[in-house]
């Protein structure tokens, strides 16, 4: 059975980093892209991260840019979100999430395309989420 466990979630102030892990079995990690998505209260759940499998190209929402890095150890079947500079506003319940491909593509259709794209039925798999608070 495919499994992605998420953690490193917590609660940091302002201005601090904290670091998030998927860890992944039941599929060959290299055959697939793996992105990080998250859902705050009361919102629509939004792509946060992607790594592609093909060439390792990442890709990034505009409100993180700069500031996440995710990667990705292929020999842990292993993706890392690190996240520095955390605001209030990237308070949210955090998942990972395998892409149909080896490349992004539902995680940059949903970017670029909102109205056309839908997360939750576009990727193949979810994990249960790891709470990220940042307070003010």
């Known amino acids: 059975d495919v499994q992605l466990q998420a953690s490193g979630g917590g609660l940091v102030q302002a201005g601090g980093s904290l670091r998030l892990s998927c860890a992944a079995s039941?599929?060959?990690?290299?055959?697939?892209?793996i992105g990080w998505f998250r859902q705050a209260p009361g919102k629509g759940r939004e792509g946060v991260a992607c790594?592609?499998?093909?060439?390792?190209?990442?890709y990034y929402a505009d409100s993180v840019e700069g500031r996440f890095t995710i990667s990705s150890d292929n020999a842990e079947n292993t993706v890392y979100l690190q996240m520095i500079s955390l605001k209030p506003e990237d308070t949210a319940v955090y998942y990972c999430?395998?892409?149909?491909?080896?490349?992004?593509?539902?995680?940059?259709?949903?970017?670029?395309?909102?109205?056309?794209?839908?997360?939750?039925?576009?990727?193949?798999?979810w994990g249960k989420g790891t709470q990220v608070t940042v307070s003010s």
């Open positions: 790594v592609s499998s093909s060439d390792g190209s990442t």
């Open positions: 999430a395998v892409e149909p491909s080896k490349r992004c593509e539902v995680f940059v259709g949903a970017r670029d395309l909102p109205s056309v794209v839908d997360i939750y039925y576009g990727m193949d798999y």
């Open positions: 039941g599929f060959t990690f290299d055959d697939y892209a």
